[in-house]
Each structure stands twice: as C-alpha cells, then as structure tokens.
C-alpha cells in the first residue's frame, strides 16, 4: 500500500486534467515543533506530494535560501530522529498525501543504508531524493530502499544527454525529477523553451511521472511548465516564507501554495 | 606522471574503474556534474598517453616551477636530535625542499597539470577553492602564465589570517571570492567552488587543491604530486644508495603526503608517517584529525573520513594552519589507513609551532605551518631510529605567510 501513494496521486492530478503540484520545505525550520503545521499549511494550500528536506551542514547543491534553511533548522535543534518523528506523525495526519525526504549522503547512509530505508518504511516516507549519490554510486542507498519498497527518486539535468538517462532511470521509481537549470536551488528559472525540448525527451524515455522543478517561483511558471510536465516542483520560494515569518508561516504558505494550485487548475479549465 | 609498470597486487594499483580506493573515494556528485566528471576521466586518460602532454608538463615543472626541487640533508637538525638521543641513535633527516618551488610550495605541481588539462578540454574560465592560500595562489598562477580568468573561492576568517597570499592572488590578477557561511574555511570554500561549478559546467573548469574531492580527482591530483616521491626517490639512491626507512609529511587533504609516499608504496621497508592536524588535542572538540577523530562518510564528492556527529552532520575542523583545517581526507589515506600501511599521527598547534621555531633556528628555513605538522614528528621519531637510518620529511611549503599567525600565537607583534 505504501508503494501506491506516489503513482496515485499522479493518477488524480491526471484525472484531473492537471499537472501535480509538488512542495519542498525543510525539516526542522523553523523549528522542529513549527514545521507540522508547515506541512499541514502545504496540504491545505493543495500540494499534491510533499517533500521534506533532510538538513545538512554542506547543503552543495542548494542556493542561499536553503542553505539558510538547513542551518535554521540545525541550530534549532533538528536531528535525523526528529525528522522521522515529523514523518510519522505527517503520516497519521495525512494517510494518503505522499510524503518524498530530500536531502543529501551523508545523514541517509551514517547508519548504513538498511537502516535508513527500514526508518523511511516505518515512518510512511514513500520516497527518497539523495541529491549526491549518481547512479554509479547506486550501491549506496539504491538497493536498501529497493528492498524497503520505498521509491528512489533519480535528478536528470541539461547536461544529461540521451547515452546517460538510461543509466539515470535504470532502478527509479516514484518519478522522475528533471532539474530544470545547471545551478543550485531558487535562483535562475529556465526558458520554458529548453524545458519543453527536455521535457518531451524525458517523457519518450520513461512511463514514470516526469517533475520539473528548480528556479519556479510565480503560478504562472507553474502553470508554463504544468501544461507539458505531469509535475512542478516549487521549494524555494516557499523556504523564504517559512524564513520571513517563522512560526507565523502557515499562513501565507498556504496562501502561497493556494495560488498555485489555483494556476495548474486554471489550466485544466483551459484544456 | 609515474608510468612504471604496476604490479597486480600492488599497492599502487588503485582505484579501480569506480575510482574507489576500497570502500574510500567514489563520485558522489549531482547528477549535473557527473557528465563533466565523466569527460575530465577521459581526457586525463588520453592526456596520460600522449607524449606532448607529458612533455609540457615536464617543461613547466623544469623552467617554471624550477624542478627537481632539492633534498637537502638537515645537519644540524639531525645533531640537534641526535644529542638528545640515546648513543648510536638520531636518524639522519633529509628534508625534501617543496617550498623552494615557484610559488612557495607544493600546490604548483599539481596546478600545472590541471591547467593544461582545461586547456585540453577547451575550458576557458578556471575557479578553485583555497585553505592558506597556497593553492589559490598556484592556481592563480598558473591561470595567469596561461591568461585564463580565474575565481578563487576563500573563507572569510581564512582571508583574515593569510591576508599576504590574498593580496598575492590579487596582484596575478584572480578574483578573491570571500565565503562567509558555515565555518568560513576550506570546507566552505569547497562548497562554494562546487555551487559554482554545478552552474558554469559549460565553460569552467575546477582545479581541486587537494587529492580529494570526486574521482579522478583524487587520482590525477596525487599522480601530479607524485613528481615529489619520484624525485626523492632517485635523490636519495643517489646521495644514500638507498632507499630512506621513513618518510613524513603533513595530512591535510594529503596532496603532498600522497606525492611523497605513493611512489615507495611497494617498498616495505620504507615506513611512512602522516601528520593530521590535532589543534587544540584529540580529546577537545578543535582538531582537524579526520582519520584520528573521524569516521566514514560522505562529503565533496567523495566517501573518505570526516569529522561529524552521529547524524552525519559536518563538525567544524580547527588547526592553527589554515591549510590543514579541514573536517576530511583525502580518500585514499582513509584507505592507506585502514589498510595500516601509513601511520597518521595527531600532532596539536603548540607542537607545530615549537617545530616551526625549531627548524628556523636549526636550519635557517621558515616552514610553512602545515610542514611544522611533518617537522614536529622528528620530536620522538628521530630518536626512535638508528644513526645509520634515514628520515625523508617534505618540507611542503615555505612559512612566509604564517608569520603574522605565528607572531599572535607567540605574543610578539609585527
């Protein structure tokens, strides 16, 4: 049953007419008590998957917002015990919202790799994002969450050409993340131009849902790339709210996350 | 560029095809960088083979960098010891002299090579991450000797202590680039060089420091520096007729202890000591032993030990030499450690400075603060070793910039 709620919620956005909307908050910020009623503010807003970034002292592939996250969140207090704690207790609250952890090798794999899927399994994680560890280093985590049934979650980027992506899709599951610039998090969008071409290659390669994320900041991004991907990631931009207001952040996030699930809807109605 | 035949059970061998050394090294990188790292094997590959290659970087290192650098026997160094010693015992010490290479130290080596293979691979813009400022000195260096722009990514509290070698880069016409995240040092620097990188892939290579980092990092980095071991070797049959019973250097990231040590791999008679950096002593919480203090994990794009917490959260690394403060390790000393073919010794700030006075007065030369790490060893391994046995310490880098640090430290004022 676990196995389910990623493709299900796919399912429903399709049915739907519309591309999943997909929101990215950090752990712990900003503070590990604060962060349930961020991600209930995520839910109610309309976020269809969430995902929860893991906190890391050397954050390499995030931008100044979460990096400023992720230090938040440490000096809060949060562990990786707390993350899981804020998983399952997500996961009582919300049974069918998936719920995908982000974040980078070192925290998943101190404990061994075992250790951390049967975690993710236990705590209703359905999904798993290891921003650092490349195909060629699958070993690492790959086959602990394959063995847990819990999704690995692979990036395809620009500079992944079409004799690499079978190596990039070979033992995903859940979806498939296409990080729409060569950069970090929350800074240059892509011309929708390129994402399109991207897109399109992607979704000829694999029957997995294909998710553009990095950069999207206004609904109407969203519903640009909505209108040619199955999913859009936003995190950033929600990472700034949850920092500008603190424990006053559920509110405009929800707000936030509302105006743009409001444009991926608007779209349906177009189509 | 050592191309002797290697034998199958050679400790020389590795790493393998993954580039691990063991479970050590790897290419822990995101996705968009691991294309480039894929490339940058494939040309080192080809330029490996190619003769033109090898020739311009033997040029360089002749007419530019001033190779071979000497080996120097420490007389008086190797008196002072021996008269503290027990009779017949007090080692004779060499030093291998890194530090009168072009540009004060070691780093050179390695950046000649690195820029002729971005020259190869048609990068035009050069970034790199530095400690001392040693390596963003060579780089910058070496990116103006072949007019290429060049970012240096440097931590804040780092450009405080080394402001000399700041001002140095600047006159070769680099960009200083201050990092003020994390702990504002080496490690903050790395991460920032690599969120570079991720977004300037296109047009820009990384010249890493250190033999870590993603394979074939580690690899070309040490078969750069291994210029250093080849040498000595040759020097000291010359000088000796044989081959010394210990080698030391001084273990940051390990660039100048791996290009010391890996050409006398195979010789087991020959025993080698590194030098991590103990700061304030193992047992605090300001040290930068990753091998004495750390354990396993991942971090700059290679599985290597780290100072870290139970999480796997980064610890904050301290060492009086900005140039070893660093919570990791080359990978493969992780493995040389595992393994219990090199020794690693914990040597704290007050050693390395007492080593740094000691070598100034005995032998008139001012070592670098990470070589005072190497040099303080000598303090009981010296007199550990028969007269008739030969210690090889690489003096890796010269101490004019830590003049200042050392001064404060000594509570004199410049």
């Known amino acids: 049953m676990t196995l389910n709620r990623l493709p299900s919620a796919f399912a429903r956005a399709a049915e739907e007419g519309r591309a999943a909307l997909v929101t990215f908050v950090t752990g712990g910020d900003p503070s590990p008590a604060d962060t349930d009623a961020v991600l209930d503010a995520l839910v109610e807003g309309g976020a269809d998957v969430i995902e929860l970034g893991m906190p890391f002292t050397d954050p390499i592939a995030d931008g100044p917002a979460i990096q400023a996250a992720n230090l938040r969140a440490l000096d809060a207090g949060i562990s990786t015990a707390g993350i899981f704690g804020i998983a399952s207790a997500f996961r009582k609250r919300h049974p069918h919202v998936p719920l995908v952890l982000m974040g980078y090798a070192n925290p998943m794999t101190i404990r061994g790799a075992d250790w951390f899927a049967e975690e993710c399994k236990s705590a209703g994680v359905d999904g798993v994002i290891c921003v650092d560890i490349p195909p060629e280093e699958d070993d690492q985590l790959g086959p602990a969450l394959r063995k847990a049934e819990v999704s690995l979650i692979r990036l395809a980027t620009p500079t992944t050409d079409a004799a690499r992506l079978p190596a990039v899709l070979e033992g995903a599951s859940g979806f498939l993340y296409y990080v729409s610039v060569a950069g970090i998090t929350g800074l240059q969008q892509a011309a929708q131009d390129s994402i399109d071409a991207a897109v399109a290659k992607l979704k000829a390669a694999t029957d997995l849902p294909v998710v553009v994320g990095f950069g999207v900041r206004t609904p109407e991004q969203a519903a640009a790339i909505g209108s040619v991907a199955h999913g859009v990631v936003v995190g950033s931009a929600i990472v700034e709210l949850v920092g500008k207001h603190g424990t006053q952040a559920a509110g405009p996030v929800r707000d936030y996350v509302a105006s743009l699930r409001a444009a991926l809807n608007a779209k349906e109605k177009a189509a | ?414």
């Open chain 2, 1 to 414: 560029m050592t191309a002797a035949t290697i034998l199958p059970n050679s400790l020389r061998s590795l790493p393998d095809e993954r580039g691990h050394f063991g479970q050590f090294g790897g290419r822990y990188v995101a996705e968009t960088l691991m294309p480039l790292i894929l490339d940058l094997e494939r040309e080192y590959r080809a330029a490996k083979q190619d003769p033109a290659f090898k020739a311009e970087f033997d040029g360089l290192m002749t007419h530019y960098v001033g190779r071979p650098s000497p080996l120097y026997y420490a007389e008086r160094l190797t008196a002072y010891y021996r008269a503290k010693a027990p009779a017949g015992m007090g080692a004779k010490i060499y030093f291998k002299r890194e530090e009168l290479n072009h540009t004060g130290a070691h780093k050179i080596n390695n950046c000649i090579g690195q820029i002729l293979l971005a020259i190869r691979m048609g990068k035009t813009r050069i970034i790199a991450e530095t400690g001392a400022g040693q390596h963003g000195v060579a780089t910058a260096t070496v990116c103006a000797r072949f007019g290429l722009p060049c970012t240096i990514f440097m931590g804040a509290k780092d450009i405080e202590r080394q402001q000399p070698n700041v001002f140095r880069m600047k006159l070769l016409g680099a960009e200083v680039r201050p990092v003020t995240s994390g702990s504002q040092s080496l490690k903050d620097a790395m991460n920032e060089a690599l969120r570079d990188w991720v977004a300037t892939v296109h047009d820009t290579f990384y010249i890493i420091g250190t033999a870590a980092g993603p394979h074939p990092y580690p690899e070309l980095v040490r078969d750069f520096q291994s210029v250093i071991g080849t040498e000595t070797r040759e020097q000291i049959l010359k000088a000796e007729g044989r081959l010394p019973d210990l080698l030391i250097a001084a273990v940051g990231g390990g660039s100048n202890a791996i290009g010391l040590f890996h050409p006398f791999l195979d010789d087991t008679d020959v025993a080698m000591i590194g030098t991590e950096a103990a700061g304030h002593g193992i047992d605090t919480d300001k040290h930068a032993a990753s091998l004495t203090g750390g354990k396993p994990g991942i971090l700059h794009g290679n599985k290597t030990y780290l100072l870290q917490d139970e999480d796997g959260q980064i610890t904050e690394a301290h060492s009086i030499s900005a140039g070893l403060d660093y919570p990791g390790i080359g990978p493969e000393h992780s493995w040389l450690h595992e393994s219990g073919r090199v020794e690693y010794l914990p040597v704290t700030d007050r050693e390395a400075l007492d080593a740094f006075q000691l070598c100034s007065l005995q032998e008139g030369i001012i070592p670098a603060l990470e070589s005072a790490h190497a040099l303080a060893a000598l303090e009981t391994k010296a007199q550990q070793l028969r007269e008739d046995q030969i210690i090889v310490v690489n003096v890796s880098g010269r101490g004019d910039k830590d003049i200042y640090t050392v001064a404060s430290a000594m509570g004199a004022t410049i």
